[in-house]
């Protein structure tokens, strides 16, 4: 079993800042990619960064420059550092990892969301 918790969401005013933090936790051999989603309302889930396990990282158009994303290999936590946020970044923010739990076994496992909300 490999649980995936996320914390850090919260109400913030436009260009304000959050961090988000994600950890994976349970039978863990080893963690290959970290990343985070994010779903607005009535839009579809779509990816916000990602970072593998060799380092190399992947960003959202509307967020780089903005989002930084990175990881505590020791911890098996992943962040998302959210700055200059704009009304559109409000969504739930889900976290994922991939974790392989044995020799042969590899699972991707989802954080449950946390809310970000960016208003006035």
């Known amino acids: 079993q490999v649980q995936v918790v996320e914390s850090g969401g919260g109400l913030v005013q436009p260009g304000g800042s959050l961090r988000l933090s994600c950890a994976a936790s349970g039978i863990i051999f080893s963690v290959n990619a970290m990343g985070w989603y994010r779903q607005a309302p009535g839009k579809q889930r779509e990816l916000v960064a990602r970072l593998t396990g060799g380092g190399g990282t992947v960003y959202e158009d509307s967020v780089k420059g903005r989002f930084t994303i990175s990881r505590d290999n020791a911890k098996n936590t992943v962040y998302l550092q959210m700055n200059s946020l704009k009304p559109e970044d409000t969504a739930v923010y889900y976290c994922?990892?991939?974790?392989?739990?044995?020799?042969?076994?590899?699972?991707?496992?989802w954080g449950q969301g946390t809310q970000v909300t960016v208003s006035s």
């Open positions: 994922y990892a991939d974790v392989r739990y044995s020799a042969t076994g590899l699972v991707s496992s």
